[in-house]
């Protein structure tokens, strides 16, 4: 699939300045963005030296790491947008964990040709729509992350359509490969949507969002409001179904947002995060609740964002010094500087 997208990709970079020369009017832009994010994460209690996180990307304890240096470029000439997203770091490597080599830093790699207003077309290596939280820690409120996002999916890679309905109301609709593979030579495929929209004042937003393979369906709802001038809250919900031979497997998740701005530089999210492996299969933590309090300093262009994380199973999950224990907490004090 990645061959198919790269060809694709070297025809309209053929293409593309053709339709320059014909049209003088038609100007190239490209900007680049990039950021840098690591974190300090020590357990709370007797942690015994485990890690205790089933979630993403924060499984260090008692050490500094880095999780991701990041450079995104976008140009955009006419009706056509090529972007490479490149990632370095813990982050990228458990985001693209089916990859290997090179293709473990390709966040994303996507070339969009804007038809009209209300339709463009996107073809490559994509975040998955599924979900309320992002790969990037400079789009994320909290530094952890929630147990929805960590059990996915986390990208997609094929073709997909944005449509404009009409008001406030857009469509997307697609067909990639399955979940989580940059490159997949196998003929399943999976359909992707969302129905999207928001109030006239755009102070609630919804995204319905479906996925359906061969053997995985998921439905995600995420809804964003904004409260007052300084406070905001969402909420992000799942349930996944999976077919194993005979029987099935599903598992739910439910994350609940509220965000307080005291000034511009600094604030709070608290996060209340709910999952449950229904079937104890294939992720084994059963129910999981964790709630997740997150600060935000801004000072320029670096944020501090200090954090009080408990999470608590239905069973002994953490490991302690004397055995296991159905709860852990921990503290993560985190540095996101975007340039």
Known sequence: MLKKILIASAICCTIVPSFAQNDS???????????????????????????NNFTSFTNAHNSFKLGMASLKVDQTLGKFTASLDLGIGKRADEFSYNDKNILTNIKGATIAYT??????????????????????????????????????????????????????????IGLVDPTDYTSFNSKPKYIIAQISSASKNDKVKGYL????????TQYNLVIVTTLTNRASAAFDASINQQKFGEGYSSWSSKAFYLNYDFTEKLGLTLREDFFSDRTISPIGVGSVNATTLSGKIKINKLTIIPEVRIDRGSMPLFNTKTGTANSASNFVVAAVYAF
């Not at 100007?27 to 015994?48: E, I, N, Q, V």
């Not at 994509?126 to 992350?145: C, P």
């Open 209 to 216: 969002n479906f996925l359906k393979g061969d053997i995985t």
């Open 25 to 51: 009017t038609k100007k190239s832009s490209t900007t680049f963005t990039a950021y840098l994010d690591g974190y300090y994460r020590a357990l709370l209690k007797d942690g015994g030296g485990s890690n």
């Open 115 to 172: 038809v009209t207003d209300k339709l463009k077309f996107t073809a490559g290596k994509f975040s998955t729509h599924i979900g309320y939280e992002l790969l990037d820690a400079t789009s994320n409120r909290n530094y952890s992350m929630s147990y929805g996002f960590s059990y996915g999916p986390f990208f997609h890679t094929g073709f997909k359509a944005d449509i404009a309905v009409g008001g406030k109301t857009a469509l997307m």
